[in-house]
């Protein structure tokens, strides 16, 4: 016996056909394999400029981040009590609105933009 069957019993014509249906299952095999292939293969060239981007951010530290925001909040809040003290602005205790410290007014120009 052989990968064919019993080639003692099978004609020229039983052979031909059984390696053929081999090699036709081979083929397919390998056209499945080649378009995964050429999937993975782009997913990879599009990943790799992401990841090449993340590993030059600088690591990113929720604590930095906050004692950023904190220190921000905290000049601009001192800034306006020194404009308000000097009479610069006047502030109208009764207006919700002239007590609020819009939150773009509070980063610094140094500060890198953080996407979520």
Not at 28 to 42: D, F, P, W
Not at 55 to 61: G, I, S
Not at 87 to 95: A, L, N, P
Request: proline letters at 2%; hydrophobic letters at 30%.
């Amino acid at each position: 016996d052989d990968e064919f069957g019993d080639s003692s019993q099978q004609t020229f014509e039983d052979l031909c056909r059984a390696h053929l249906k081999k090699f036709a299952k081979s083929a397919e095999m390998y056209a499945k394999e080649t378009q995964l292939t050429k999937r993975v293969g782009a997913w990879q060239t599009g990943l790799a400029p992401l990841l090449e981007e993340q590993e030059e951010r600088p690591a990113f530290d929720i604590h930095d981040v906050g004692r950023d925001v904190l220190d921000a909040i905290e000049s601009t809040l001192t800034n306006v009590r020194k404009r308000t003290s000097t009479g610069e602005k006047k502030v109208d205790k009764s207006s919700s609105q002239s007590n609020r410290v819009g939150f773009s007014s509070i980063f610094a120009k140094d500060c890198e933009d953080y996407e979520v």
